[in-house]
Every structure is written in C-alpha cells, then in structure tokens.
C-alpha cells in the first residue's frame, strides 16, 4: 500500500527551513540535491545563475513512515510559491501499476501539471491538482 508524506516548497528558503525541521526533530538529511546537479532539460529553459545553488529536492526523515520533504522554486521552471499552495501531498506507491491507478484516479476531474514519466533522479513520479484544488505528487522509486 502506499505511503503518504508531504512535500513543502519553498521560494529560496528550504535549506534554511529544513535545518529548523532537522533542530526540532533530530536525524539526518538522507538527501539533498541542488538544481546546479540537474541535467540539461530539453522542454526547460536555462537556468538563472542565482538559482543553481536553490534545493532541488530534500528530505528528512521523522519518524519510520514519515518523511518531510521540500524543495525551492525557481520562477523559471514553475509559478512562485504562495503560502497555502506551497505544499502536495506524496503518495509514493508500491508498484508502478499502483502509481498509476492513485495518479489516473486523483486526476480524474482535476488538473495535471506533469504526467507520469522516468525521471533521471530514478523515480516513476508525476504531479496534479485533484478536483477540490489539493495538489498531488504520485511517484514510484524505480530502484525498488
């Protein structure tokens, strides 16, 4: 079955977020990319200079079942961050079949912002708007 966490962004703050979420909770960050560690995207334009060292992607482990993750936006790759849509819920699914059942059933009515594909960072992943406005990322770890 799946899990499900949630995934905070940030407008260049999420490192600095995230060592106050390590300072109250306690573990390890178990990853940390940057946007400078990015391939070149062909459906992307070029990243801004002052954005190669924002968070691509973080998180932190709470508990055994629970990871807060994040990441910053960059105004050249997504809309800014406004407080009350800077979250989405994570479901990481057990299966790629189950990814894509949670990703076809929560979008149905809603919005897609990106549909389901490999990406290089290993993960099955794709991201939504259901029809009450709740964004979503479903993904599956491709090394499982």
């Not at 995934?7 to 999420?14: A, P, Q, R, T, W």
């Not at 990871?67 to 989405?88: H, I, P, R």
């Not at 990703?103 to 099955?124: H, R, T, V």
Request: contains cysteine; hydrophobic residues 40%.
């Amino acid at each position: 079955m799946a899990t499900v966490n949630v995934y905070l962004m940030f407008n260049g703050n999420c490192e600095e977020a995230f060592n106050f979420y390590k300072s109250v909770f306690g573990g390890e960050f178990t990853y940390i990319t940057r946007y400078s560690e990015m391939p070149p995207q062909e459906d992307l334009p070029p990243l801004a200079d002052e954005d190669t060292n924002k968070i691509m992607h973080m998180s932190l482990p709470i508990s055994k079942e629970t990871m807060l993750m994040g990441s910053d936006n960059v105004k050249e790759y997504e809309a800014q961050t406004t407080f009350g849509n800077n979250f989405s819920i994570l479901a990481t699914a057990t299966s790629r079949e189950e990814a894509d059942r949670l990703f076809n059933a929560l979008s149905a009515d809603g919005q897609i912002w990106s549909p389901m594909k490999e990406e290089f960072f290993g993960e099955y992943i794709g991201m939504l708007a259901d029809k009450f406005g709740i964004n979503w990322m479903v993904n599956y770890p491709l090394s499982e």
